[in-house]
């Protein structure tokens, strides 16, 4: 069994913010694998299901993002699993809108979901850091990760969570480089060899033929 935490905020209020983007992973894993329906407990919100051969229980802390480690320290005790068994799928102002990273203990980097479940739990348990981009200066985080994805931003973001989605199974079973290339696959999608060729060929059907003649040809040829 593994504990796969979504960090947000509780309320329609919340909803689309940046801030919540772990709350959408989580939402659309539940959506799109079968799972139970969202049910009270551990002081949040929890569904279970079946990933693969793993059976996989989501959080949604209703803490708010302060507290969250108060809500995954009690569902970690009731179900007793050690801090390697529990991932949590965050917002990361340090990678780019779209990109997706899994890292394995290490600091918060301040960010007060984590460091609420660093004192609850320690620094042992996974992450999934999920690019959100940065305001560019440090007094304007608070503003930009509580307000809602911008409208340009929707493609992209639905792109990321279906490859979450697509790569959950991947994650569930341990294998993080598969994870990553199903999210690569949906965010940014190879191109076909074909359309990469075609513009090359006509640029070299474009190009002008060398003139191999000498300068004082040139010079005879325009008097004739």
């Given amino acids: 069994m593994k504990l796969w935490v979504g960090l947000g905020n509780p309320g329609a209020k919340y909803a689309g913010n940046r801030h919540n983007i772990g709350f959408m992973a989580v939402d659309r894993i539940a959506a799109d694998h079968g799972f139970g329906p969202w049910r009270r407990a551990f002081q949040g919100l929890v569904a279970e299901g079946r990933l693969g051969a793993e059976k996989i229980v989501l959080l949604k802390p209703e803490t708010f993002m302060n507290l969250s480690g108060q809500s995954v320290r009690a569902a970690a005790d009731f179900y007793k699993l050690a801090p390697e068994e529990i991932t949590v799928f965050h917002d990361e102002l340090d990678l780019a809108p779209g990109k997706c990273r899994l890292k394995q203990g ?15 739990l320690g620094d042992g348990y996974g992450r999934v850091r999920l690019g959100i981009g940065h305001p560019g200066h440090k007094d304007a985080v608070s503003h930009y990760v509580l307000h809602d994805f911008a409208k340009a931003e929707a493609d992209g973001l639905d792109d990321l969570l279906r490859g979450i989605s697509d790569g959950a199974a991947a994650l569930a079973a341990g294998d993080g480089p598969r994870f990553l290339n199903a999210v690569s696959l949906r965010v940014a999608p190879p191109r076909s060899s074909t359309t990469a060729e075609k513009p090359v060929k006509e640029a070299a059907k474009a190009a002008p033929e060398e003139d191999a003649r000498s300068p004082m040809q040139k010079l005879l040829d325009r008097f004739r």
């Avoid at 290490?106 to 609850?120: E, K, P, T, V, Y």
């Fill in 106 to 120: 290490g600091g918060h980097a301040g960010h007060n979901g984590l460091r609420s479940i660093h004192a609850h």
